[in-house]
């Protein structure tokens, strides 16, 4: 019973590397999910995708790009990771049904130097 | 989107019911009103949901205002447990999340 797995659950970087998050899910769920969430604040959507090859901007989308080729997975890329990028990202998915609640991962806790 | 408005904290003694108020006065009529809640160093996690009618589930109570205009979470005997980061969120489509209510539990 996965859920939503999140890779890697840690990471460090340089300023000026990229990387690539990937996110699972395995409830065959619609819609998916990346926030951020800084130290004693809370989560800020960065992007959102409603179905397989569709993204769309949330509320701090600069600096990130997303892809959804498949249903089951949720990229989020850093083509140039900035010190203000040090984050905890957090993964959600969801049915479409409003009612229905998100299913969060663990998160991935990144810190760029 | 329609924004909530909660207190950034609030105190409880174990053992003791607590009631964590939520405001969304911008509430349009299909917007269901959901809890979170985040441990430390955890995603957060479902809590509860409603519409319209007060909701019980094994984990909390949902009580909604009649004009929808504001929802309380209610914690009928915290546990050091439940100490964590509530949030109260309106769900169209998609979630805004707020800072949410920092829950202390005293023991």
């Known amino acids: 019973n996965a859920g939503v797995t999140q890779t890697p659950k840690f990471r460090v970087l340089k300023t000026g590397q990229s990387m690539t998050l990937l996110c699972a899910q395995d409830?065959?769920?619609?819609?998916m999910y990346w926030y951020r969430q800084d130290p004693g604040m809370g989560l800020r959507l960065i992007h959102y995708s409603v179905g397989e090859g569709t993204t769309a901007k949330g509320e701090v989308p600069d600096g990130y790009n997303v892809s959804r080729l498949k249903k089951q997975n949720f990229l989020l890329g850093l083509e140039s990771a900035a010190p203000s990028q040090t984050s905890v990202y957090f993964c959600?998915?969801?049915?479409?049904?409003?009612?229905?609640?998100?299913?969060f991962g663990d998160g991935t806790r990144l810190s760029i130097l | 989107d329609a924004k909530t408005t909660q207190p950034n904290s609030m105190e409880s003694n174990e053992e003791e019911p607590v009631h964590l108020p939520c405001n969304h006065s911008?509430?349009?009529?299909?917007?269901?009103i959901h809890w979170y809640r985040q441990l430390p160093s955890q995603g957060p996690e479902y809590v509860i949901h409603g519409l319209t009618s007060n909701v019980n589930n094994r984990m909390a109570s949902l009580a909604i205002a009649e004009d929808r205009k504001s929802s309380t979470l209610i914690l009928h005997r915290a546990t050091l447990r439940d100490a964590a980061v509530y949030y109260c969120i309106l769900k169209a489509y998609k979630y805004i999340f707020g800072t949410g209510t920092r829950l202390k539990v005293l023991a």
């Open positions: 409830m065959n769920h619609e819609y």
């Open positions: 911008t509430i349009s009529g299909t917007d269901y």
């Open positions: 959600a998915s969801s049915s479409p049904r409003p009612w229905q609640p998100q299913h």
